[in-house]
């Protein structure tokens, strides 16, 4: 899961890997528009 973090999200966001969690915490290094963003994934069928 690390490698496709890397790969796809690169230099966009940073994450934290939780010891024993199930979940990566991701946080946007800019500001993000979660309508448009979800609209989109809407539209696409996600």
């Not at 024993?20 to 996600?46: E, Y």
Request: glycine content about 8%; proline content about 4%; hydrophobic content about 50%.
């Amino acid at each position: 899961m690390v490698a496709l973090l890397n790969k796809h999200i690169g230099n966009k966001a940073t994450y934290t890997i939780p010891e024993g969690g199930l979940a990566f915490w991701v946080v946007p290094n800019m500001q993000v528009d979660w309508l448009l963003i979800s609209k989109a994934l809407k539209s696409n069928g996600i």
